[in-house]
């Protein structure tokens, strides 16, 4: 059984450029949130997608945007880059919406801004 | 605003002392997890904790949940340099969706 699966695992962009970064959850989870860590600091929620929806967001500026598909794979897109974009970018899944379910990680995509 | 404060921030012990990690908050939590996170890599959860006052172990680790589900702590007993790590306490306050976690506690253990 796969766990939760990120790519790519390292990119390097320009600032101003757009990025793509892409999730598939673990089988069997249909929820899909995301997370900007800073280099030694803890994840900072981005927004969760359940059912193809955005259902919440945390405090990101709109370039941050995000996508599900309807086999539950997840995209997150960034616009207009910063350097203090430079980050690890973490995927979670879960199974429903309830607040008792576990999260599962994938094992991030290295993002660096120059 | 942080709504779940870890301490202590940093730990730097040596190999077989006892350690605990607090996780703090003033909102009630459905209920918390902890994962281990090494440098690079996602997080590992290590444990679910749901019910107020509940004790949970794995292995060398013990987990507890405050009776009003709102602080959680993590014992390690003779800690080894494979426990070194960042550990986080996360969960879903009360009234939301969103999952959040704590501001983390770095560990090392000195072989």
């Known amino acids: 059984d796969a766990g939760v699966t990120q790519s790519p695992t390292h990119l390097i962009k320009t600032r101003g450029q757009q990025v793509t970064l892409r999730c598939s959850p673990k089988s069997g989870h249909d929820t899909v949130s995301w997370y900007q860590q800073a280099l030694g600091q803890g994840p900072q929620f981005i927004f969760q997608?359940?059912?193809?929806?955005?259902?919440q967001r945390g405090n990101f500026p709109d370039r941050f945007s995000g996508h599900q598909f309807p086999n539950y794979s997840s995209e997150l897109n960034v616009n207009a880059l910063l350097l203090g974009d430079s980050a690890l970018y973490l995927c979670a899944s879960s199974r429903g919406r309830g607040t008792r379910t576990e999260a599962f990680f994938g094992q991030g995509t290295r993002l660096t801004v120059v | 605003t942080q709504l779940l404060e870890q301490s202590p921030q940093f730990l730097s012990i040596q190999e077989g002392e006892n350690l605990t990690v607090y996780c703090n908050s003033s909102s009630v939590f459905s209920s918390l997890q902890w994962y281990r996170q090494e440098p690079g890599e996602g997080p590992v959860l290590l444990v679910t904790v749901v019910t107020g006052g509940e004790v949970k172990k794995l292995k060398r680790l013990t987990f507890q949940f405050g009776d009003a589900r709102k602080d959680s702590s993590l014992h390690i007993t003779a800690a080894q340099p494979g426990d070194t790590g960042l550990y986080l306490c996360?969960?879903?306050?009360?009234?939301?969706?969103?999952?959040?976690f704590g501001t983390g506690t770095r560990l090392k253990v000195l072989a």
């Open positions: 996360a969960g879903y306050p009360s009234g939301t969706y969103k999952y959040i």
């Open positions: 997608y359940y059912e193809e929806e955005e259902r």
